[in-house]
């Protein structure tokens, strides 16, 4: 796997509980510069098409075919094609270049392949048959990429709903004012009954709209993927058969819309709701927005300050390339962000820290042991935000290959109280130390308590666009 290193890069700063962590921004990098020095390079193009004729296209350098270490390729691109795939979403790769890269990657995403979560999961966003194309990098497509503006509507009596793994947060909002927020727990992971999760939403939805003299509109941020509204593909409804997810859970936001009348709703993914907060409170651009809440999400504003219909669905993204890491049960993984920056990261850090939790405690439960036990001054409980604060300084250097960033929005569960300002902490000093141009280009932001909290419901709430307002 790492053949042509003669160690493995170590990171300066090692998290505290985890010193088997590998960052991959690191070993990307010795690797394109074992390439360059070798002097046996080739160029690898990727193109990623996705809904309506949209392609992003990536282009880096492998080991010639005919190289002694071309045998690192694989590895070093697999890595990349999953990286970009979760950050941009595809249908359709068209990798250009060597062959037999080529038909590594088909293979890997093939029916019985090691990714062929990945190929069934795309193929199910974006309704077409997953495939893998291999060609020349002459023939790779450039880059034609879609933005849109969509938030930063304040005017008129709005409802802001945020859906997440373990709570839901809803705000009442008039002309950008927040009249009301109000976050409580459920468990929609846990349920396979589809009128529990519409139940839930209606009457969090309910509650609001009686601090408002009306309703004009309704936005929600959720964690998933959403196209036109529709639930394309969500762990909050994991649970839920296949024949009652098409029949309930696909088109409730729709049902929902019809049930108030059909005034304009918009529906969004959390992490994209996080990046059109953070910009609107900073009234910039290229804004990089992390939930670390159930799982992680992520999101992008770029540098019109528009969302890019991209998926940014970082929970998928390999972010340690420690291949004993541990395994994301969702897709099958090793080293997923999910695993690394939400209250999964908390629970898996939790042993080595030496804190155990009663077996019947739910995820959120045991987040907030730890959080109390931070309150109380334990060291150990520090020892877990400090280790993530590692993790999230080393990967925020990996989102900057793929990302052009201003600004990182951290929000969340995770982030709240002082867990979240260790976290920040920590991040910061890993930029400073190892990554000082990335340090002095990217400025991370920890909202205040309550925006991190219920900022994204209230962000939520100015998506839709109202007429005759």
Same mark, same amino acid.
């Given at each position: 796997?790492?053949?042509?290193?003669?160690?493995?890069?170590?990171?300066?700063?090692?998290?505290?509980l985890? =010193?088997?962590?590998?960052?991959?921004?690191?070993?990307?990098?010795?690797?394109?510069?074992?390439?360059?020095?070798?002097?046996?390079?080739?160029?690898?193009?990727?193109a990623?098409?996705?809904?309506?004729?949209?392609?992003?296209?990536?282009?880096?350098?492998v080991?010639?075919?005919?190289?002694?270490?071309?045998?690192?390729?694989?590895?070093?691109?697999?890595r990349?094609?999953?990286?970009?795939?979760? @950050?941009?979403?595809a249908?359709?790769?068209?990798l250009?270049?060597?062959?037999?890269?080529?038909?590594?990657?088909?293979?890997?995403?093939?029916?019985?392949g090691?990714?062929?979560?990945?190929?069934n999961?795309?193929?199910?966003?974006?309704?077409?048959?997953?495939?893998?194309?291999?060609?020349?990098?002459?023939?790779?497509?450039?880059?034609?990429?879609?933005?849109a503006?969509?938030g930063?509507?304040?005017?008129?009596c709005?409802?802001?709903f945020?859906?997440?793994?373990?709570?839901m947060?809803? *705000?009442?909002?008039?002309?950008?004012?927040?009249?009301?927020?109000?976050e409580?727990?459920?468990?929609? =992971?846990?349920?396979?009954n589809?009128?529990?999760?519409?139940?839930?939403?209606?009457?969090?939805?309910?509650?609001?709209?009686g601090?408002?003299?009306?309703?004009?509109?309704?936005?929600?941020s959720?964690?998933?993927?959403y196209?036109?509204?529709r639930?394309? $593909?969500? @762990?909050?409804?994991?649970k839920?058969?296949?024949?009652?997810?098409?029949?309930?859970? =696909?088109?409730?936001?729709?049902?929902?819309?019809?049930?108030?009348?059909?005034?304009?709703?918009v529906v969004?993914n959390?992490?994209?709701? &996080?990046?059109?907060?953070g *910009?609107?409170?900073l009234?910039?651009?290229?804004?990089l927005?992390i939930?670390?809440? &159930? *799982?992680?999400?992520?999101?992008?504003?770029?540098?019109?300050?528009?969302?890019?219909?991209?998926l940014?669905?970082? $929970?998928?993204?390999?972010?340690?390339?420690n291949?004993? $890491?541990?395994?994301?049960?969702?897709?099958?993984?090793?080293?997923?962000?999910? =695993?690394?920056? *939400?209250?999964?990261?908390v629970?898996?850090?939790a042993?080595?820290?030496?804190?155990?939790?009663?077996?019947?405690?739910?995820p959120a439960q045991?987040?907030?042991?730890?959080?109390?036990?931070?309150?109380?001054g334990?060291?150990?409980?520090k020892?877990?935000?400090?280790?993530?604060?590692?993790?999230?300084?080393?990967?925020?250097?990996?989102?900057?290959?793929?990302?052009?960033?201003?600004?990182?929005?951290?929000?969340?569960?995770?982030?709240?109280?002082?867990?979240?300002?260790?976290?920040?902490?920590v991040?910061?000093?890993?930029l400073?130390?190892?990554?000082?141009?990335?340090?002095?280009?990217?400025?991370?932001?920890?909202p205040d308590?309550?925006?991190?909290?219920?900022?994204?419901?209230?962000?939520?709430? @100015?998506?839709?666009?109202i007429?005759?307002?």
């Amino acid at each position: 796997m790492i053949r042509w290193l003669k160690e493995i890069p170590t990171p300066e700063i090692f998290p505290t509980l985890d =010193k088997s962590f590998r960052p991959p921004v690191l070993e990307n990098r010795a690797f394109r510069e074992a390439v360059i020095q070798s002097g046996q390079g080739a160029p690898l193009k990727i193109a990623l098409e996705r809904d309506d004729g949209k392609i992003s296209t990536y282009e880096t350098v492998v080991f010639d075919e005919k190289a002694d270490m071309a045998a690192a390729n694989y590895f070093y691109v697999e890595r990349l094609v999953k990286t970009l795939l979760w @950050s941009r979403g595809a249908w359709k790769i068209i990798l250009g270049g060597a062959e037999s890269i080529g038909n590594y990657i088909k293979t890997a995403y093939s029916a019985d392949g090691l990714r062929a979560f990945d190929a069934n999961f795309m193929s199910k966003i974006y309704e077409k048959t997953f495939t893998v194309e291999v060609t020349s990098a002459d023939n790779v497509p450039a880059s034609r990429e879609e933005s849109a503006p969509m938030g930063g509507n304040l005017a008129g009596c709005r409802i802001g709903f945020d859906a997440g793994g373990s709570d839901m947060k809803v *705000s009442a909002v008039i002309d950008g004012e927040a009249e009301f927020s109000e976050e409580k727990e459920w468990n929609p =992971k846990e349920s396979d009954n589809p009128d529990y999760h519409y139940r839930k939403i209606m009457e969090a939805l309910q509650i609001a709209a009686g601090h408002l003299p009306r309703v004009d509109a309704i936005g929600v941020s959720s964690a998933g993927i959403y196209i036109k509204n529709r639930v394309m $593909a969500a @762990s909050l409804f994991i649970k839920v058969p296949a024949d009652l997810f098409a029949k309930k859970i =696909k088109d409730i936001y729709l049902k929902i819309q019809e049930e108030f009348g059909g005034l304009p709703l918009v529906v969004a993914n959390d992490g994209d709701v &996080t990046a059109l907060a953070g *910009s609107m409170e900073l009234n910039d651009t290229n804004v990089l927005g992390i939930a670390m809440g &159930t *799982s992680e999400a992520g999101g992008y504003v770029d540098d019109k300050g528009y969302i890019t219909g991209w998926l940014n669905e970082l $929970a998928f993204m390999p972010v340690d390339y420690n291949p004993a $890491a541990m395994i994301d049960e969702w897709s099958g993984d090793f080293g997923c962000g999910v =695993k690394y920056f *939400s209250q999964d990261a908390v629970i898996k850090l939790a042993p080595a820290a030496g804190i155990s939790f009663k077996e019947e405690s739910t995820p959120a439960q045991k987040l907030q042991q730890v959080q109390e036990l931070l309150v109380r001054g334990n060291e150990e409980a520090k020892k877990i935000f400090e280790t993530i604060g590692c993790y999230l300084g080393y990967t925020l250097a990996l989102y900057a290959d793929i990302y052009k960033i201003k600004h990182v929005l951290l929000l969340g569960r995770v982030t709240s109280g002082n867990g979240g300002n260790i976290i920040y902490q920590v991040a910061e000093d890993v930029l400073k130390r190892e990554f000082p141009d990335l340090e002095s280009r990217i400025k991370i932001h920890l909202p205040d308590e309550s925006t991190r909290r219920v900022g994204q419901s209230i962000a939520a709430a @100015s998506l839709p666009e109202i007429e005759n307002i």
